[in-house]
Each structure stands twice: as structure tokens, then as C-alpha cells.
């Protein structure tokens, strides 16, 4: 996008237009009203299963995936609807997927955690933790093999830090300099867990240690992820190898909906929600008039629009039929 | 036809795959410069270099992975785990994310991975080298498990696996790594997976096997030949997934009488599920119960008298049989 806009508003700060911020207020305020509508709707009875809600990270999605092109990939965890939403997939079909019906992006199989879209390059959201490590390294692995300049993002949590697969996956990816991003979201909890009760060593200097660059920013400044993730991005692409993100942020909502948080503190939330990512944009907008009160107002109500559409969408969408219970298990000869 | 052993056919395949399609590449421990644990592929690093050959830290998990992420990008990998217990290192990566995303994505994803490892016991190898998962493995949908007892079997399958888009766990028995036999030589023999193969026809009673003992089963018939006059029928299955019961059941219906070979547990085994599959298609042509010649319950000893004695003997089949005539 070029900073010459159609309307005649002040460049930002640190190369990013105003036609990109507008774009990241509206994806980021999506996300949260999306997130907001699914756990009325869960509360409803009408969404079922484990659902994780990525209110509070909103930044972390879309300052990194508005960095990748179509080409480049992305695997990630199974808080995963801020991820598919910043990535473009449709609404209406991922609302479908939580309500488990034939249109959701997975056709009602995979539910909320794993959300596909290949078309998009879109390969998952994982729940197994760091499972999707390794995943992500073969597909960077297969697009060098062929040559092909996509970058491969992959994001987990904090949690999967402690995993061996994590260890296993920067290996190969510093050994055979695979174009791959790793993402960490950093929300401070695996599960209920503190992260300085379950990991003896900083995210960031792990990384480090096989030999990739990583940095820690503030994942709650949608600017700080994209410029991060710009060099990211780039160095991976023109054959630097792995690159490594620790963005710190937070987690509004309880781990999944069944989660009571007796491990947090009401007053931790408070203070974090002041640094809110969403509300950060919004005034750093105003203040350069890069957004005025009458456009805030018009964003909220198409996104209003866009989640209440989603939902009805979802409603109004079929059940999968039972004939199709055995579709899939294999792909067929022939297919 | 040529005569090699079961190592040099195996390799065979493996060779020409790489010659046919350039999206097969090979991963892992030790199978570049060293040639691989049990020698497979010895000679294919030179012939076809690191980038397509590709030596793996030892890091199942990670490798396998590597592997299937490969393959949802459209690559035909094989990665090769020394042994059947090193798998469960990549368990995680192989039922839950091999055997489950084509159907959790609704058909979007497919994972055309071959991943190969050695099973079976005999060897002195101890408890955490010698045992045979096969059943294992063929427990979860979405996953095709083959285990070939003849080096023929071996290639034809192994080319086989890498034409199927579905992942293929494919079990090679120690033992029979040094068996020889013959081979056919032109370019695409291929043997359709879901086949069982008729070893040696008999009216008596039908022992089934796969893999490794598929060779105590056709020495058990040969016992029984020459010292009882009983005729055995062998079947040996060759996949467990897709498995083919109806050659199992016809032959049933003939001989009126199984016992079911394997090298793996008894208890909980896949004898098991062909056990109660004949049961359940023909009871009524029973003359006895199935029997089951499975390992004994223990963890495989280092002892060579003691693991003989956990091993499932054609003596063991002998007597089986017997015990239902």
C-alpha cells in the first residue's frame, strides 16, 4: 500500500499508512467482538467443547499474519480464531465450524481448535502442545526443497516452551535454515500455570541458542508485531534461516470457558486490559487524526454487522449429514 | 525374477521411487553416510545426494514432524525410525497429527508419508528393541500398516506405499532383513495393499501370520505334513490395514479350523481382532475355538534361552494345532 492515500491524512510513525492502521483497528476489533459473541454463544448452549477465546491478544494475530503474503504459510495453536480471522477467513464459516456445522471451514470435524483453510495456506490450529512445531518446519523444509520463497509462521504459547518438540523443532530449523518465523505468544500461563513456575530459562535466549535472531516485544502493540515482524519475515525470505518472536501479551478471558481462574488475580486482569492493544491503536489514530469519533463509530457497526451476520450464518447452516461419518478417514484411490 | 535378500529389495524400491518421483526424499538417523541401521539404504546418499538423503539428529518426534509437514506441502517423504520402540518418541506426530488430518480437516489436508521401522525380537536385542507393535499401529483409522515377510512382498509393497496419499506405517521384522527370495524385475511391480497371499494351500486347519511369523506358520505346516499328516493352509495377511479378512474367512469356511501367529502380546494383540472376526462371519463353520500363538506376557529378556522362550516356536503352532483336532 502506498502512503500517497486517497484520503489526505498524515503518515504514521514508523512506515505504516493510515490505510494500514485503519485496516488493523478493524481486524483487531473483528477478533474481539467475534471472541465476545462465541462465549455469549457458548454460554447459550449452542456452541460446545473446549473454547479458548484470544481476547486481549488481538494485536499478536494481526500485526504479524498482515506481514505474510498468499503464498506463505501459517500453523498455529489452538486458540486459534484470531489467527483465521486475521488471515481472511470468512467469518460466517468459521462461526459455523464452532457451532460444528456442515459449512464451518473444517465441515463440523474439527470444531474451534482445529480450523483449516488450505486455500488460504491457512494448515490448522493444533492442540496437542508444539505438536505443530515439527509441521511447520517440513513445510518451510518443502518449499526451499522446491525453491518456492514462501515463509512458513508458526505460533504457539508460552506453554509449549517446555515441550520437546519445541527443542526438537528450532534444531532442524537452525540446522537446514528452513524459512521459517516461529511466533511465541507469550500470555504468561500455560493453562493456570504461571510461566515462571513451569520454564527455568527466558523464552527469547532459548531461541538464541540455536543460533536463530529472536527478539521480545510488546505484543500488545499491533505496530510493534508488524515492524517485528517485517524483519522477520524478510530474513527468513532471502535465505537467513529461522527467525524468533517472543511477543508479550495477555489473555483477558479464562483459559477455556470451563476455566474458574483461581490462579489469577481480578487486579492483574484490570491492569492489563489498561494496556489494551485495541484501545492503544485507537488513540495513537485519533491523536494523529489518522481516525475521527463518526469513522470509529462506523467500524464498530460494520463489525457488529459482520459478527451478527456470522452468527446467523451459523444458525441457518445444516448439520452434517450422518452418511458422511466415514468420509474422509482416508483419501480414496482415484481422488 | 532375481534373487535378493529382503535389504537389497527394499532398497530397490526406495531407489526407484526416488528415480520416478522427485517429490520422494528420505529422512532420517543415520541412513546417509552409515547406510542405515539395518543397511536399506546403503548406496543412496552417493546416488542421489544429501538434500533427497537426508541424515536426521536423533530426534524422532522432531523428524517425523518434518516429515508430515512435508507432506501436506505435497512432498512424498519416508522417514526411516531404527526401530518400532524409537517410534513411540513420535507417537504424538503419528496419531495425532498423521492418522487425523485428513478427516479432522475435512479432506483438505493429506499426508502421503511412508514411515518405516524394524520390529521383532530373536536378536538379543533386549526389551527395547525387540518387540512387534504391528496391531498397534493398525488400532487407529487413518493410518495403513503393512508388514511384508518376503523380500518380493518387500518391494512391491514399499513402491505401493509410496504411490498411496494416505500415511503408511511399514513394519520391516529384523529377522527377515537377510532372507533371500525372489524378486521380479520389471519397473512397476506394485502389490495392492488389503491382498493376503495364500502361502501354501491345505484342508486342515488355516494358520495366519504377517511379517515375521508368517515363517514359524509355513514351518509349523511342514512339521505338520511330515510328522502328523495334517494339512495346513498358510495366509500371510501383509497389511493389517487395509486387512484382508475375506481370503481369512473363505479359507475358514474351508478348513473349519485357525490359529493366528503373530510375534506381538497375546493379551490385547491384533490376534485378537482376527480372532473375534472369524468368529463373528463364520461361527458356524468352527469345528474349534481360534487359537492364538502370541508372545509370552513379559517385557523380551536379553537372555538367549529366555527370549527364545517368549517367542512364539512352530513347535507352538504344532501344538495348537493339535490341541483342536
Known amino acids: ?335 | 525374477m532375481t534373487e535378493m535378500r529382503m535389504r537389497d529389495a527394499l532398497r530397490e524400491a526406495l531407489r526407484e521411487e526416488l528415480i520416478r518421483d522427485d517429490r520422494v526424499f528420505l529422512l532420517g538417523e543415520d541412513i546417509g553416510a552409515y547406510g542405515g541401521s539395518y543397511s536399506v539404504t546403503k548406496g543412496l546418499l552417493e546416488e542421489f545426494g544429501e538434500a533427497r538423503v537426508r541424515d536426521t539428529p536423533i530426534a524422532e518426534s522432531g523428524i517425523v514432524g518434518v516429515g508430515v509437514g512435508a507432506a501436506m506441502a505435497g512432498m512424498r517423504p519416508m522417514v526411516e525410525l531404527m526401530t518400532i520402540n524409537f517410534s513411540f518418541l513420535a507417537f504424538d506426530q503419528i496419531v495425532n497429527n498423521a492418522a487425523k488430518l485428513h478427516y479432522m480437516s475435512n479432506g483438505q489436508i493429506t499426508i502421503p508419508i511412508v514411515i518405516r521401522m524394524a520390529s521383532g525380537g530373536g536378536s538379543q536385542l533386549g526389551a527395547t528393541h525387540s518387540h512387534s507393535l504391528e496391531g498397534l499401529y493398525a488400532h487407529f483409522p487413518g493410518l495403513k500398516v503393512v508388514c511384508p515377510s518376503s523380500p518380493a512382498d518387500g518391494k512391491g509393497l514399499l513402491k505401493q506405499a509410496f504411490r498411496d496419499d494416505n500415511p503408511v506405517i511399514f513394519i520391516e521384522h529384523t529377522a527377515n532383513y537377510g532372507l533371500k527370495g525372489e524378486v521380479p524385475e520389471q519397473e512397476d511391480f506394485l502389490i495392492e495393499f488389503g491382498k493376503a497371499s495364500i502361502l501354501r494351500e491345505g484342508r486342515d486347519v488355516t494358520l495366519i501370520g504377517y511379517s515375521g511369523s508368517v515363517h514359524q506358520a509355513v514351518r509349523a505346516a511342514d512339521l505338520l505334513a511330515e510328522q502328523e499328516e495334517i494339512d495346513a493352509e498358510v495366509i500371510d495377511l501383509r497389511t493389517l490395514r487395509p486387512l484382508d479378512m475375506d481370503t481369512v474367512i473363505e479359507s475358514v469356511k474351508k478348513t473349519n479350523r485357525a490359529v493366528v501367529v503373530e510375534d506381538d502380546w497375546r493379551f490385547g494383540g491384533f490376534a485378537g481382532e482376527i480372532a473375534s472376526q472369524i468368529m463373528e462371519k463364520a461361527f458356524d463353520w468352527l469345528d474349534a475355538p481360534v487359537a492364538r500363538v502370541c508372545s509370552k506376557d513379559v517385557p523380551m529378556p536379553y537372555n538367549r534361552n529366555l527370549e527364545f522362550a517368549a517367542l512364539p516356536s512352530e513347535e507352538d503352532v504344532v501344538e495348537a494345532v493339535l490341541a483342536m483336532l
Open chain 1, 1 to 335: 500500500m502506498s502512503a500517497s492515500a486517497t484520503r489526505q491524512r498524515p503518515a504514521a510513525a514508523n512506515g505504516v499508512t493510515p490505510e494500514q492502521m485503519e485496516t488493523f483497528l478493524h481486524q483487531m476489533m473483528l477478533i474481539r467482538r467475534f471472541e465476545e459473541k462465541a462465549g455469549e454463544m457458548y454460554t447459550k448452549g449452542k456452541i460446545h467443547g473446549f473454547l479458548h477465546l484470544y481476547t486481549g491478544q488481538e494485536a499478536c494475530a494481526v500485526g504479524s499474519i498482515n506481514v505474510l503474503e498468499e503464498r506463505d504459510h501459517i500453523f498455529t495453536h489452538y486458540r486459534d480464531h484470531g489467527h483465521a480471522l486475521a488471515r481472511g477467513l470468512d467469518p460466517n464459516r468459521v462461526m459455523a465450524e464452532l457451532y460444528g456445522k456442515a459449512d464451518g471451514v473444517s465441515g463440523g470435524r474439527g470444531g474451534s481448535m482445529h480450523l483449516y483453510d488450505v486455500s488460504k495456506n491457512f494448515h490448522g490450529g493444533y492442540a496437542i502442545v508444539a505438536g505443530h512445531l515439527p509441521l511447520a518446519v517440513g513445510m518451510a523444509l518443502a518449499t526451499e526443497m522446491r525453491r518456492e520463497d514462501a515463509v512458513t509462521m508458526c505460533i504457539f504459547g508460552d506453554g509449549s516452551v517446555a515441550e520437546g518438540e519445541f527443542h526438537e523443532s528450532l534444531n532442524l530449523a537452525a540446522l537446514w535454515k528452513t524459512p521459517v518465523v516461529f511466533f511465541c505468544e507469550n500470555n504468561l500461563y500455560g493453562m493456570g500455570v504461571p510461566l515462571k513456575e513451569s520454564l527455568s530459562a527466558n523464552i527469547a535466549t532459548l531461541a538464541k541458542a540455536y543460533k536463530m535472531p529472536a527478539a521480545t516485544i510488546n505484543g500488545m502493540d499491533v505496530i510493534e508485531v508488524y515492524r517485528e515482524m517485517k524483519k522477520a519475515v524478510a530474513h527468513a525470505r532471502k535465505g537467513g534461516g529461522p527467525y524468533f518472536i517472543e511477543a508479550m501479551t495477555y489473555r483477558y478471558r479464562a483459559h477455556s470457558m470451563s476455566d474458574p481462574e483461581l490462579y489469577r488475580s481480578k487486579s492483574e486482569i484490570a491492569e492489563y486490559r489498561k494496556r489494551d492493544a485495541i484501545e492503544r491503536l485507537k488513540k495513537a489514530m485519533l491523536d494523529s487524526g489518522a481516525l475521527d469519533e463518526t469513522r470509529y463509530r462506523e467500524l464498530e457497526a460494520q463489525v457488529e454487522r459482520e459478527v451478527d451476520e456470522a452468527v446467523e450464518f451459523a444458525e441457518r447452516s445444516p448439520q452434517p449429514a450422518l452418511s458422511t461419518l466415514y468420509d474422509k478417514v482416508y483419501v480414496e484411490a482415484g481422488q
